[in-house]
């Protein structure tokens, strides 16, 4: 199984900017689609942004024109670049994908992301 490691999330203040990075076992050619969700304490995990093996991509209506997801798949890497940050933002951040080597979900570990006002 696959596994992905989050990393990039920390303090910042609103209207700054963090890039958080999704690092995979291994080739990230089989895995599709690729995702970045969020979840607060009480609160479900919803999806922020999810990108394709082809590069289609998807965003939360609230991160729309704010946050831009990509992947590399020579550093086996996904990417979620956040502008314009919001307190609201505040989460843990998990990446997750879908490998097809194996037919099953994945998800990383999760990395903190605090806004302060």
């Known amino acids: 199984q696959v596994r992905l490691v989050e990393s990039g999330g920390g303090l910042v203040q609103a209207g700054g900017s963090l890039r958080l990075s999704c690092e995979a076992s291994?080739?990230?050619?089989?895995?599709?689609?690729m995702g970045w969700y969020r979840q607060t304490p009480g609160n479900q995990r919803d999806m922020v942004a999810i990108?394709?093996?082809?590069?289609?991509?998807d965003y939360a209506d609230s991160v729309k024109g704010r946050f831009t997801i990509s992947r590399d798949s020579a550093k086996n890497t996904m990417y979620l670049q956040m502008n314009s940050l919001r307190p609201e933002d505040t989460a843990v951040y998990y990446c997750?994908?879908?490998?097809?080597?194996?037919?099953?979900?994945?998800w990383g570990r999760g990395t903190q992301v605090t806004v302060s006002s």
């Open positions: 291994g080739s990230i050619s089989s895995i599709s689609p």
């Open positions: 997750n994908g879908f490998d097809s080597r194996g037919s099953r979900w994945s």
């Open positions: 990108i394709t093996r082809g590069g289609t991509t």
